[in-house]
């Protein structure tokens, strides 16, 4: 398996897995899919997939998750240039660069959690 550095805003972020900008017979960039096996049987869970930010010696912190994407931009077939949209750090907490929407589900609250500029939640 090869890796090779790339760079965003000209500064590396280390190596990368990456798949081609367009895909065969399209202008369109090639996805990347990631997928665990499934369970074979009766009553069987399927596989996690796991990943692990690097991990820091003495009191410096591990590695964040750190998501990107190119938002759009004006016409044209120059790339646009990609942003920060969602970060995870060590410690567990997260940042969100836009809305944040929840379909379908609830949002809870455990321990002290709150949410700030709301006085109740029903």
Request: net charge neutral; glycine share 22%.
């Amino acid at each position: 398996m090869h890796f090779t550095p790339y760079n965003v805003f000209g500064t590396g972020i280390g190596n990368l897995i990456e798949v081609k900008d367009f895909g065969s017979g399209s202008a369109s960039g090639g996805s990347m899919n990631i997928k665990s096996g499934g369970g074979y049987g009766t009553n069987k869970g399927g596989g996690n997939i796991e990943l692990v930010a690097g991990r820091g010696t003495g009191t410096a912190a591990g590695g964040q998750f750190r998501f990107w994407s190119s938002p759009a931009g004006s016409s044209g077939s120059s790339y646009n240039t990609s942003a920060l949209k969602f970060t995870v750090d060590s410690a567990g907490d997260t940042n969100v660069y836009g809305d944040l929407t929840v379909s379908g589900g609830d949002i809870t609250l455990s321990g002290t959690g709150r949410i700030q500029g709301v006085d109740t939640v029903s």
